[in-house]
């Protein structure tokens, strides 16, 4: 099935308890803080089954259609039709909706395709990640994610009262209570899959679960930061704050039940992390955020040459080299990108992954560039959005629109036109709703130093080092002819 906007809408007005500041929000879809960026994820289920999208976002079995992500791929080319999903989806979305619905799902197919590792830990959990994908593949459902546990309960110190644990079993699941962070989307789902992607120490038995709840699941609130979508005053000055804040949010359980066909980790601290990295679950996931940060940054690339243009600075040699050095970078991740699809990896069951060399060296690329191409792109405005008036109302004709049109119109744009481009940079690279933004992707796939690790852990050292062992015996063959000569 694939489900309408309007459906998706109305499952959101299930009785969850979302927590904003003191208030308890009634309804998602209606609140200030939230309605408009609900109606953006409407829009992309409305996009995706439309007649020109349906067939590059769906796939069919059994006479039913599915969205392409909760495919397990079997083919290089459905890896091709599951990255042309993604890319549409971020490309509705700016690339501003990280965890928009296409990117948890792509986690779980990734664990589908490994049961026997969850078969290990309890005969059944394997059938249960299965299930629960169909599950979601089913309803069309939209899912997040919450694996961590909160810093506070970290380290030497042990478990605290708030850390999230199993607190009791009963007949039909376990119970569990305290907090888990840091769920992007959370508002906006349907379920939750809990977890957590770092390691536990030996003293931490009782938080290693891993399972899902529904978002309206008794026991379970969440608590949001503070929202951009309600300071965004207007859709020029604010034009993507105003309609793509994801929210994060803090889930709060509170001696919540959780059937056992939920479950897909019970007090096993490896399997905890091998989940996601002992099956293509992490790749496959991964896959989605560097497609996602891939569209966001033509835009960025766009405001670079657009604002160089209107600064009349286009012609200046440094400034061709900075927007050189900002089109080689994008250059450079639709390539790994493409690599990571061409060279896919096979497992035994007859899947198929995306390449993990490849991806691991787009995730940290991305993690790393983010914030000097958002400074690049930010000193190419130079003073230019200090320059502007107040706010948009100056858009409206009268008396002062006219004044404004005649001292900032430029050769190559109106007043009006240069407003609106400098409002819809400044919101994108400079303001609150910005700084979230160099925020996520300093840390959308993990804290920056694992950046690096991956790629350590996913290159092929041993060949490299073979390349070095042949130039040194090459040495030693013959160590004197250059001196005899
Ligand atoms: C906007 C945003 C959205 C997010 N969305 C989600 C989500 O949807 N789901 C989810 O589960 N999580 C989400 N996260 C959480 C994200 O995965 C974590 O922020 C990330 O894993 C880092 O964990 P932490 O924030 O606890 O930082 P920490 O692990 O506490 O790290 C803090 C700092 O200390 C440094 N540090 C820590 N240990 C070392 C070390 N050994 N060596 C060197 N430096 C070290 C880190 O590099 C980092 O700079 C989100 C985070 C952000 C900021």
Redesign the pocket.
Known sequence: MLRSGKDYLASLRDGRRIRFGKELVGDVTTHPAFRRTAQSFARLYDLKRSPENIAAMSYEEGGELYSAWFKAPQSKTDLQHRAEAHRRVAQWSCGLL??SMDHVPSFIAGMSMKPELFEANCPGFGRNVINYLDYLRKGDLFA?????TP?TS?GVAGPTKANFRMVGEYDGGIIVSGQK??????VFSDEAWIGS??PLGPDQVEEAVTFAVPINAPGVELWVRKSFELNATSRVDNYFSSQFDET?AVMIFSDVKVPWERVFCHRDIPLMRDMYFKTPGHVLGNHQSNWRFSEKLKIINGISHQAAEYGNLLGIPAVQQTLGRLAAGEATLLGLLSAQVDQCQSLPSGHVHVNNRYLYAALQWCAHSYHEIAEEVRLLLGAGPFIMPADDSILEEGEAHDVFEQNWKITSATASKRYRFVRMAWDLLSSDFAG?HQ??E????????IMDLYSFWHAPWLERREGVRRILDDMMSDPLSHAAE
């Open positions: 990280g965890r997040c994610y919450l694996v961590l810093q970290r962070m840091l769920g992007a989307s959370a992607m770092i994060d979230r925020q996520y300093r840390f959308y796939g993990g804290p920056p130093h």
